[in-house]
């Protein structure tokens, strides 16, 4: 599915107002009876510092807009399509990881301003590129062929010097290296993966109700069974 | 009289980092090696274990002010953030929203995400930036140390960059993708890891307090990280942390798009001193400390 067919089943055609580039996406859209913002990232893109000061500056720009207008502060949906940081020299003397803290940092502020936010991984979500605003979210949704990863097993297995056999054998029942959202799933950072055949208009909706501001997503890993020790060792450290 | 040696931060481990940091004998540490925490996932994969799973965390004082301390450990997995590693993090994080410390440190020494259980290290990562900024929101300001072998690579070179602070020594590195990486993925032409020169020049502390990311650079030495420690520790004790609202990340986003501009085309890290004074490239690698942040003091 494209970008705009998404969005068409996301909003209603007719019910947002998107500006779509090469690899950066920003608008607004209409859920029921209110406004909510959309910003995002399409075609894969690697997130460099230029997509990452768009992504910022749109965020700022919601915040900004909401506090002059004295509106209660629209939801931000954020639009996850990365396959993670770009790799450069020239991004890496600049400190890249500098504009990936402070577009985490704009996710952070709408939060304390009272912007509920959520992400829909609808293409990849990959290491850095996923931990600069797709994981900061309150809510993390997963259209059905998301694909989420830090590496993939081949790579891995040359870096780990583990056989890539054994890393498929042993990935079959441990949510914990291999690639996939329903992993994510299982260990609490994705909140909830959409049917092919689901509403997805509905869906959203639903997760903009339940969107938490807290983080939970240790407690929620235990639950599902698929991230026993983050919880507990978090606890034991902090009540020590 | 007495002589005592300057010990290096880079060549310390974790916890002699924090021994020699922190107030003689005061820390006090949570989950220590007795509780023998170790990572069951690199134990499936009959990978090497630790018993702190390469991370301690506790509490201390230093000059006398309350802190919390996390110092990772670079010789184990390259300092890498599994699950237990992480949570140990996001566990000290949380306890300083409790009990408000004066600050606290972390002593960053890692390439990021441990592979080995690469999902649970990612997410443990967004945690951790999250416990980051929940801690500032609270008052409670958090520094950043980086003077390892490891740096402060992936996301916990986005984590550093979260800190109310970064001091670094000039050994040490930040970045987010480490010269390997893009070595390899993108070849040598682009990034030749093996130059070590310009590996420094790209990710090291002296570029990057000449951009400003690093707040402080010090002397390879643990008595220089704290006596910077102290004096911050002291400053933020007179000034309640403010948290960041619309204007101040709005100014943050101003100074990055300057950067990104002004430097459109940088591929070394000559680019920045140049622009920021220095006459003599050659020469700046080889300054000593003092003599560089005087310099660039003189410029700004």
């Known amino acids: ?240 | 009289m007495t002589n005592v040696r300057p010990t290096s931060f880079f060549e310390a481990t974790a916890r002699g980092r924090v021994a020699k940091l922190v107030d003689a004998g005061s820390f006090r540490e949570f989950c220590p090696p007795r509780l023998r925490r170790t990572s069951p996932h690199l134990a499936r994969l009959n990978a090497p274990v630790a018993f702190d799973d390469g991370v301690a965390v506790g509490s201390a004082t230093l000059e006398g002010y309350k802190i919390l301390i996390a110092a990772q450990e670079g010789k184990f997995n390259g300092g890498a953030v599994g699950e237990v590693h992480g949570a140990k993090l996001v566990g000290l994080l949380d306890r300083g929203i409790r009990e408000r410390p004066a600050a606290v440190l972390l002593l960053v020494d890692s390439g990021g995400v441990r592979l080995h259980e690469a999902n649970a290290g990612l997410i443990a990562i967004s945690e951790i930036m999250r416990g980051v900024l929940r801690t500032q929101a609270a008052g409670v300001p958090v520094f950043a140390l980086v003077g390892g072998a490891c740096g402060a690579f992936g996301g916990m070179g986005i984590v550093t960059r979260l800190c109310n602070e970064i001091i670094m020594s000039e050994e040490g590195r930040l970045g987010l993708s480490g010269p390997e990486v893009i070595e390899t993925v993108k070849g040598v032409e682009e990034f030749d890891s093996r130059d070590r020169p310009l590996v420094w020049r790209v990710t090291g502390g002296k570029v990057r307090r000449a951009l400003g990311e690093a707040t402080y650079l010090v002397d390879d030495d643990i008595d220089s990280f704290r006596s910077v420690t102290a004096e911050l520790l002291c400053r933020y004790g007179a000034k309640p942390l403010a948290v960041a609202d619309i204007d101040e990340v709005t100014a943050e986003h101003a100074r990055l798009a300057e950067r990104a501009g002004r430097f459109a085309t940088a591929r070394d890290g000559r680019e920045i001193f140049q622009a920021s004074g220095f006459v003599d490239l050659d020469e700046v690698s080889l300054l000593p400390v003092a003599k560089f942040n005087q310099q660039l003091l003189e410029y700004i």
Request: aromatic share 6%.
């Open chain 1, 1 to 240: 599915m494209n970008i705009n067919g998404l969005l068409d089943r996301l909003f209603g055609p007719g019910g947002h107002s998107i500006n779509i580039g090469d690899n950066f996406l920003h608008g607004s859209a209409v859920m029921g009876d209110r406004q909510v913002a959309v910003i995002g990232t399409h075609e894969h893109a690697a997130i460099d510092t230029a997509l990452a000061l768009e992504v910022s500056a749109s965020i700022l720009r919601v915040i900004r807009d909401d506090l002059g207008r004295g509106c209660s502060p629209r939801p931000v949906i954020f639009m996850v399509d990365t396959q993670g940081q770009a790799l450069s020299r020239h991004e890496e003397l600049l400190c890249l990881n500098g504009y990936f803290a402070h577009v985490a940092q704009c996710v952070d502020l709408a939060r304390r301003n009272g912007h509920r936010t959520i992400s829909l991984i609808h293409g990849e979500a990959v290491s850095g590129g996923f931990l600069a605003f797709g994981l900061m979210a309150d809510r993390v949704c997963a259209l059905p062929e998301a694909q989420v990863r830090v590496m993939d097993l081949k790579a891995m297995s040359r870096i780990t010097k583990i056989p890539y056999d054994r890393l498929v054998d042993l990935s079959a029942d441990s949510p914990v290296f291999a690639p996939g959202a329903e992993n994510y799933w299982r260990m609490g950072a994705v909140h909830e993966i959409w049917s092919a055949e689901a509403d997805w208009r509905s869906c959203l909706g639903a997760a903009l109700e339940i969107a938490d501001a807290g983080d939970k997503r240790a407690l929620l890993g235990l639950e599902r069974g698929g991230r026993l020790h983050a919880a507990p060792i978090a606890q034991l450290v902090a009540s020590a």
